[in-house]
């Protein structure tokens, strides 16, 4: 449980600084445009992370709940 809460502590900071960040970056870009490339590459750095934590995360707590991945239930959709 406590492997648990340190990852789900880690997910919500990263779900929390990496829009924060890329929000200073837009408006940072909306005055000076040389930052406009470095908002795009962070957007295209940050947001697959986040969405693989959350995809770990899911996975890790699902087995620790003895629960099945979604479309593992052997039926059809």
């Known amino acids: 449980m406590a492997e648990l809460q340190q990852k789900s502590s880690e997910i919500k900071h990263s ?3 990496a829009p924060a960040v890329m ?3 837009s408006e940072m870009s909306q005055r ?3 930052y406009a490339e470095k ?3 962070t957007v295209l750095t940050k947001a697959p ?9 899911t996975q890790t707590l699902n087995a ?3 629960l099945k991945p979604e ?4 039926e059809n959709q």
């Open 39 to 41: 908002l795009a590459t």
């Open 15 to 17: 779900v929390n600084s």
């Open 23 to 25: 929000m200073a970056l």
């Open 49 to 57: 992370q986040i969405v693989s934590s959350l995809e770990e995360f």
């Open 71 to 74: 479309g593992a239930t052997g």
């Open 32 to 34: 000076r445009p040389g």
């Open 64 to 66: 620790k709940a003895g």
